[in-house]
């Protein structure tokens, strides 16, 4: 049974590492984008995206142009602020190794106490009267 509450805290850590790693690169790149000095050209070239052809069916192409041209709009309003908030971001990285650190810390501490819990109450005692 140890084994096996070891070998689910193992798959568990290594899910959690390459969803942490994951999760700092894409904050990466989201804030490298943003802080980027062609950021304020996102908003038009955003107000020329057309429906995919895969989402067409369920999509209105009307609803589609609407919410197409607010985005674009809204990121060519936000073009003097998207280098500040490239920067602001870039902490987020680090933030997210912080984070997990501490749930592979709560993980360990789990598997440990289950670990001790299994040696202390799960298992046959050695004082049991024996079948005959």
Do not use: C, Y
């Not at 850590?13 to 950021?39: E, R």
């Amino acid at each position: 049974m140890k084994i096996l509450l070891w070998s689910v805290f193992a798959v568990l850590a290594l899910i959690w590492t390459g969803g942490a790693a994951l999760l700092a690169q894409i904050v990466h790149w989201t804030a490298q984008g943003i802080a980027a000095p062609a950021a304020g050209a996102v908003g038009a070239a955003a107000a020329t995206l057309s429906v995919p052809a895969w989402l067409a069916p369920w999509v209105d192409a009307a609803a589609w142009n609407a919410a197409v041209q607010a985005a674009g709009q809204a990121l060519s309003s936000a073009q003097g602020w998207l280098p500040a908030i490239g920067e602001a971001v870039s902490w987020l990285a680090p933030a997210v190794w912080v984070a997990w650190g501490l749930g592979l810390l709560l993980m360990l501490a789990l598997a440990l106490a289950g670990h001790w819990g299994l040696g202390r109450f799960g298992g046959p005692r050695g004082n049991l009267p024996q079948a005959a």
